[in-house]
């Protein structure tokens, strides 16, 4: 195969005297589902943002698509589009229907015409179930539905992968549901996917490889059904003992 | 009670008083016009260099607020009427003598100037931080993340204290009289003087609630609205 879509080389992050990453290595290919999982405080998240060039690095380097991210020639907005970003949080903008949402980037970054930008947004609404909800404000909808339509805003620039972080965790527990259909979907479809989550069903059923983290360290990776079974490092046992 | 009537509520100087008022309301108007658009453009300007990646413009932006928070808008007034009028005629650079109105527009503007940008500020400061970084993870550059995301909404939140604001600039208008400009309170004052009656007094203040009455209850209305936590912004 060729090149990782993503490659961090020996990453380091701090936030003050607060080591958040502390060397971690990595290598994204072309359609895997990364999934990472770890107790809060990990880095994991940290590490999300940080490919997404949202977090500055102290030390190492990171790779999207063969081009450093942690150059300052690198044009950060250039990768960006490369890389949909989906918060817990949903972020969408309220001032904008779920439509100009999506529409919004692709016109004033991609350059596209309002007719194209609202064709691939109708089309990607539909994909997440909420062609109806086009024209409604974020605050009218469910955070269930908010963060399908994050996702959909995510996908609206058409990227290469997506990095999803705990998108979930904000949830009520009966709308999971339906934001992990929309993930699975697009993992079948070959959507390149790095998974901040505690979902561990989502990680055994789709999840083409499993990362345990925990302070600031890969401790352990995987296949995820060999090692939720089995896991070989004592604090993945444990923290996987508290999870499942 | 008839005394009271006399001196305050005396109706045949209302009656003259206010057409003449009146034109001072132009005038008030006029000065508030500029002043407001002004001081709007220029507060946002200084926010937003107030706010800046570049550490001279956060530096430079922060004396001048800090400048114009601290002097009181009175010395403002006279020292661009009179001050520079002095040196402009001392040292003949005829530029710097400017007719009252437009002293009183470039004053007034100064100075709420740096008060608008403390409000822009905290504005753009109370849009969660999250809206930046969705801005930016979709590829858009910092300029255009403010533009399209954060200042949008960040305009609604300080609509409420703009609003209390232009309230205060009403009033100031007032200041202006020390630089000769026709506003209420100087016609006002100029008739009392001629009538030897405290009437005209009256009848300027009436003239600055008819202005200000509304607006007070527009903010105290706009307030309630957006007040905080009562509901998402955009909705």
């Known amino acids: ?151 959909a805003r995510a996908l609206a620039m058409q990227p290469d992968m997506m990095l999803f972080d705990e998108v979930t965790s904000a949830l009520d527990p009966e709308l999971v549901a339906d934001v992990l259909n929309v993930m699975k979907t697009l993992a079948l479809e070959g959507m390149t996917m790095v998974v901040v989550t505690h979902e561990m069903g989502f990680a055994r059923e789709v999840g083409s490889r499993l990362i345990f983290m925990d302070e600031g360290l890969v401790v352990e990776e995987g296949d995820p059904r060999v090692m939720i079974e089995n896991p070989r490092e004592e604090r993945t046992q444990k923290f996987l003992g508290m999870v499942l | 009670m008839d005394q009271v009537i006399k001196y305050y509520f005396n109706t045949e100087i209302l009656a003259d008083t206010v057409p003449q008022l009146l034109r001072a309301l132009v005038v008030v108007a006029e000065i508030l016009f500029f002043a407001l658009l ?135 208008t007032a200041l202006a009289s020390v630089i000769t400009v026709p506003e209420v309170l100087q016609k006002s004052r100029e008739i009392m003087g001629r009538v030897a009656n405290p009437t005209p007094l009256t009848a300027a203040a009436i003239a600055y609630l008819i202005f200000t009455l509304p607006l007070i209850r527009v903010a105290s209305r706009l307030e309630k609205r957006f007040g905080k936590g009562t509901r998402p912004i955009g909705m």
């Open chain 2, 38 to 172: 002004f001081s709007f453009v220029g507060g946002l300007i200084l926010a937003l260099l107030r706010i800046s990646r570049i550490r001279v413009f956060r530096w430079l932006a922060g004396i001048y607020i800090d400048l114009f928070r601290g002097l009181p808008l009175l010395l403002v007034l006279t020292y661009i009427y009179y001050g520079l009028a002095l040196v402009g005629s001392e040292a003949g650079l005829d530029f710097l003598i400017l007719d009252p109105i437009p002293a009183a527009v470039l004053a007034i503007t100064l100075t709420y100037s740096a008060y608008s940008a403390e409000i822009f500020r905290a504005g753009i400061g109370s849009i969660p931080h999250g809206q930046m970084e969705a801005a930016r993870s979709l590829g858009m550059t910092n300029t255009q993340s403010m533009r399209y995301i954060v200042l949008p909404q960040a305009i609604r939140v300080v609509v409420p204290p703009l609003t209390n604001e232009l309230i205060a600039m009403i009033k100031d």
């Open chain 1, 1 to 151: 195969m060729d090149q990782p879509l993503i490659r961090l080389e020996g990453v380091h992050k701090r936030f003050g005297d607060l080591e958040v990453l502390r060397g971690i290595d990595l290598e994204v290919r072309r359609s895997e589902v990364v999934v990472i999982i770890g107790p809060s405080g990990s880095g994991k998240s940290t590490m999300l943002r940080c490919i997404n060039g949202l977090e500055p690095i102290q030390g190492g380097r990171i790779f999207i698509e063969g081009v450093d991210i942690t150059s300052s020639k690198t044009d950060i907005n250039q990768i960006r589009q490369k890389a949909g970003m989906v918060f817990q949080q949903f972020n969408l903008f309220p001032h904008k229907t779920a439509i100009e949402n999506l529409t919004l980037s692709p016109m004033k970054v991609q350059g596209k015409s309002r007719s194209e930008a609202e064709q691939i947004a109708r089309d990607l609404l539909d994909k997440v179930g909420l062609s109806e909800k086009a024209d409604d404000y974020p605050g009218t909808l469910s955070g269930g539905q908010q963060q399908r339509v994050a996702i």
